[in-house]
């Protein structure tokens, strides 16, 4: 209940303050297991991406985050999962894996981090991690920022096709190929 309260309230917020279109919407999945890979470039990229797939996801954030009391306590309420910065630890990875195989949606950002220049960045291991061991389809996203005229923002939201990467053995080599193949394909909405 407190989700979807935080949900429209969010939704109010990003159609009221931003210009939002979204591109491929047909083939983000309405239901069943799903990882979410976005660009990351805007500390907006969460609650733009969450309003934008019209699903209840789930999504991740540093556990530093959790720190403020009632903010902490607020991302909770809106399904985020703490994680530890520069690797995960075995139970969040597990909670992860949990929602997946459960049928929900989970937005991973394949840097990991917010990038300082704008520009796509180099994959991290983890989410390839989570794509082998949930056996989850990846949806590759594109989120992009415009200046207007009047100085807000417009932002695009592209989504991919689902990516299936059922073959890959459980090894360090799988992950890595598969995040790089994540951004590949998100640069390739860029250039679309």
Not at 17 to 37: E, H
Not at 91 to 119: H, M, Q
Not at 177 to 189: E, G
């Amino acid at each position: 209940m407190i989700y979807f309260i935080g949900y429209n309230i969010l939704w109010l917020l990003v159609r009221g303050l931003l210009s939002l279109k979204t591109y491929g919407r047909k083939n983000f999945p309405q239901k069943g297991k799903v990882i979410i890979a976005p660009n990351h470039t805007s500390y907006l990229d969460p609650p733009i991406v969450g309003v934008a797939v019209r699903r209840k996801i789930y999504s991740l954030a540093k556990k530093e985050l959790f720190r403020v009391s009632l903010f902490g306590k607020t991302l909770k309420a809106i399904n985020v999962i703490p994680i530890k910065r520069g690797g995960a630890s075995g139970s969040s990875l597990k909670k992860v894996i949990d929602y997946l195989n459960s049928g929900e949606g989970v937005v991973v950002f394949p840097e990991g981090t917010r990038s300082k220049d704008g520009k796509l960045g180099k994959a991290k291991r983890g989410i390839g991690l989570l794509v082998v061991k949930a056996k989850a389809p990846v949806l590759p996203v594109l989120v992009e920022y415009n200046n207007s005229c009047f100085n807000f923002k417009s932002v695009k939201v592209k989504f991919g096709k689902l990516l299936y990467y059922n073959d890959f053995p459980e090894n360090k080599e799988s992950y890595e190929a598969i995040s790089n193949d994540i951004i590949k394909q998100i640069r390739k909405l860029k250039e679309s």
